[in-house]
């Protein structure tokens, strides 16, 4: 629970995110990786371009993967992953094993913000 003396600095942090849309280009099996793991390369629009990450999301398969639009933070630190620099943080809903990823209605433009 936040306090409510801590609220405005709570909203100040959350607002520094870079939480957009994206679209995943590619997706392949991370060979390096301790647990399973994709590669993904993600296409969050003119401003921000071409992101990649490692995911571990193996409840889906590649061609679910591909062509699905996604929810990312793209401002977060790079972060070095079995060798492979990952740049961006999907995001989605964990439920025990599975990752469920997060994803709008209707698709929209490749880097739209979310907040």
């Known amino acids: ?5 801590n609220d405005n600095a709570f909203i ?3 607002t520094k995110l870079n939480i957009v ?13 301790k647990k399973p793991a ?3 390369k993600i296409d969050f629009g003119k ?4 992101k990649s990450t490692s995911a571990q999301i193996t409840n889906y398969s590649v061609d679910q993967l591909i062509g699905r639009q996604i929810v990312g933070i793209c401002n977060l630190p790079s972060k070095n992953i079995a ?4 740049e961006v943080l ?4 964990v439920l025990e094993e599975e990752v469920h990823l997060l994803r709008t209605d209707d ?3 490749n880097g739209t913000l979310i907040g």
């Open 1 to 5: 629970m936040i306090k409510k003396n």
């Open 38 to 40: 994709y590669i993904l």
């Open 83 to 86: 060798g492979f620099v990952s």
């Open 47 to 50: 401003k921000i371009g071409i």
């Open 90 to 93: 999907v995001l989605g809903a």
């Open 21 to 33: 849309l994206g679209t995943i280009l590619e997706a392949f099996q991370n060979e390096k990786a």
């Open 12 to 14: 100040q942090d959350f």
């Open 107 to 109: 698709k929209l433009e």
